[in-house]
């Protein structure tokens, strides 16, 4: 199954790239897509260790399972002061 991965703020700065589309196995769920991309972008895993992940526009646990066609937003912690 192929997912459409788009990354949001500091870590489309530093991953330097919108984002990806990915094929997974049958089955995957948000946290072996977390492992994929700290794969594929080692650049940006410690962020990716604490991104909150929404899939078709809705926040997702690790557990989620996605699906064919799934668009995944990556949204990186937000600290201000």
């Known amino acids: 199954m192929k997912v459409q991965v788009r990354y ?3 870590l489309r700065e530093m991953a330097g790239s919108e984002g990806e589309e990915l ?5 995957a769920t948000v946290s072996g897509l977390r492992r994929e991309l700290e794969a594929l972008r ?9 991104a909150r992940f929404a ?5 997702v ?3 989620f399972e996605l699906t064919d066609g799934d668009l995944v937003a990556v949204i990186p ?4 002061g």
Do not use: K, M, Y
């Not at 899939?55 to 926040?59: A, E, G, L, R, T």
């Open 8 to 10: 949001f703020a500091l």
């Open 23 to 27: 094929a997974l196995d049958s089955g």
């Open 42 to 50: 080692p650049e940006v895993a410690e962020i990716l260790r604490e």
């Open 55 to 59: 899939v078709n526009q809705d926040f």
């Open 61 to 63: 646990g690790d557990s």
């Open 77 to 80: 912690p937000v600290s201000g």
